[in-house]
């Protein structure tokens, strides 16, 4: 585990039990038996003190931002927690995302160990099998690995619990949160475009340019606003679709003019280049799809240059159907693929003409197209372009 981050078990006073991960290099001042609190700078102590008493009331506390005096220096660090058993599992990082990334690394790793220590309990198992029965030492090692083994899936399963519940708490705040902003941020768009039409000839060239900067940046915030909503739906495991027969390529075809505006004004062409007309119909919701192929061509666009062409296609399979989306853009380097369908996660690549991104749209692309069945993947050469490929399950004859 690489993330510069702090996971401790307590007991139900705050106590520190053990550190399990010391990425911020704090365990000399969490030895056992130390309050979690005596972390916090001298003015944060009272919080931390109200976030300890969230714990014991509610069971979980999610990103409360406590100062603590690290490798010399006061720091900001953002603490979460949930209630095992006989304590709590807190969880320190220094931003939102590296506690949520943090989070999610202790499942995985987590598991890796249970299977790790898994198959060196059958590795001795069968070699004691094979020795002779007096073998006092071997016994001794399989017992105590058997041992840990027991302990920590019993410590894993409380860390798991404990996960869980932030996790759910972690998706109920950003629901929450986006749901309650994007009525007053919707106002201020809707108003800095009025101003943009009614009242430009009464405003100079400075003030018109200061309501674009309004309008651009409400936008972006309402959509980013959008893209919270539903990343928390999806997460919290209660995406719906409400899926129909589509003919894929009619609606590839129907997309594609309301965003050949936004290629025109980067001089980039829009193929789209079906291979057979008609096509057998998918049971899709095809809002959704519409979703995922506005964001993988608005994204081909946002990082293609000038005077290039944008390739849609849709092919037939065997039993699927396949729709890429291929770009001769920027390319992205081979080692940052892994992380593009990871929320809020960013590459090197910059746009070309200045876009912004909130980092959610693959995440989202790729949750909604497996939720149909299908699958997403990605082909990239740096300077030489990219492209994305989603597949649709086809439908029986006679299923609708």
């Known amino acids: 585990m690489r993330q510069e981050g702090e996971a401790l078990v307590c007991d139900a006073q705050g106590l520190v039990q053990s550190v399990v991960h010391d990425g911020l290099k704090l365990e000399s001042r969490l030895r056992p038996g130390t309050s979690v609190i005596n972390l916090a700078e001298d003015a944060d102590i009272a919080k931390a003190q109200r976030f300890l008493d ?15 005096n690290l490798d010399g220096l006061p720091e900001t660090l953002h603490f979460a927690g949930g209630q095992i058993e006989g304590g709590f599992l807190v969880i320190i990082a220094r931003t939102r995302d590296q506690l949520n990334v943090l989070s999610d690394e202790l499942m995985r ?41 027991a302990n920590l899936q019993r410590e894993m399963s409380k860390a798991n619990v404990a996960l869980a519940a932030l996790n759910e708490q972690k998706n109920r705040f950003l629901g929450m949160a986006a749901h309650d902003l994007r009525t007053p941020i919707g106002t201020i768009l809707t108003y800095s475009e009025f101003l943009e039409v009614e009242a430009a000839d009464r405003l100079d060239e400075e003030q018109r340019s200061f309501v674009k900067i309004i309008r651009d940046s409400s936008q972006f915030m309402l959509n980013m606003i959008d893209d919270l909503l539903d990343v928390s739906v999806i997460e919290s495991g209660q995406l719906r679709l409400e899926r129909q027969p589509e003919d894929i390529a009619g609606l590839i075809g129907r997309l594609i003019v309301p965003l050949r505006p936004l290629a025109i004004k980067k001089q980039i062409e829009l193929l789209f280049s079906p291979t057979e007309i008609p096509f057998p119909a998918v049971s899709i919701d095809a809002g959704k799809i519409e979703q995922v192929l506005n964001n993988l061509i608005g994204n081909a666009v946002k990082y293609s240059h000038v005077n290039t062409v944008i390739r849609i296609a849709a092919a037939i399979g065997v039993d699927e159907i396949r729709v890429s989306v291929s770009d001769q853009g920027q390319g992205i380097p081979k080692e940052e693929l892994s992380r593009l369908f990871q929320p809020f996660s960013k590459t090197s690549v910059r746009s070309t003409g200045g876009e912004k991104s909130t980092g959610l749209g ?38 609708y």
Request: glycine share 8%; charged share 20%.
């Open 109 to 149: 790793i987590n598991n890796e160990q249970t299977n790790k220590l898994r198959a060196a309990a059958k590795e001795l198992s069968l070699f004691a099998r094979k020795s002779v029965s007096g073998d006092e030492l071997l016994l001794q090692e399989l017992t105590t690995v058997n041992n840990e083994l």
């Open 362 to 399: 693959l995440a989202i692309t790729r949750r909604i197209v497996e939720g149909h069945g299908g699958h997403i993947e990605v082909e990239s050469e740096v300077g030489r372009g990219t492209t994305f490929t989603f597949t649709l399950p086809i439908l029986p004859d006679g299923q």
């Open 54 to 68: 969230l714990l014991q009331n509610s069971h979980a506390a999610y990103d409360w931002e406590i100062t603590v």
